[in-house]
C-alpha cells in the first residue's frame, strides 16, 4: 500500500531556514512518491488582504526556492 502525502506552504513572505530544515528537506525525501506540495495562496488570505500583492510575489519567490533547493516538478506534483 502506497502513503499519499500532501503538505504545503502558505506564501505571506520570503522562505527561510527554518522552511528549508523543517520543510523542504523532507519534500526532497518524499518525491518520487505519491506526494503533492501546494502554495496554498487562498488561505493567506487570513492574514495578508491588506495588499493582495504581497501572496502573489511570494507565490513566486517559493515555487522558485523549491526549485533552488531540488524539488524536482517531474518526480512531485507541485501545485
Keep these: 500500500m502506497s ?4 503538505s504545503g506552504t502558505r506564501p505571506t513572505g520570503k522562505l527561510h531556514l527554518g522552511h528549508l530544515l523543517g520543510a523542504l528537506e523532507n ?4 518525491q518520487g512518491q505519491d506526494a503533492f506540495f501546494m502554495i496554498a495562496d487562498l488561505h493567506a488570505l487570513t ?20 526549485l533552488a533547493v531540488g524539488i524536482d516538478p517531474g518526480s512531485a506534483k507541485l501545485f
Design 47 to 66: 492574514t495578508e488582504y491588506e495588499d493582495p500583492r504581497i501572496i502573489a510575489e511570494s507565490v513566486w519567490n517559493n515555487v522558485i526556492d523549491w
Design 27 to 30: 519534500y526532497k525525501k518524499l
Design 3 to 6: 502513503t499519499r502525502v500532501l
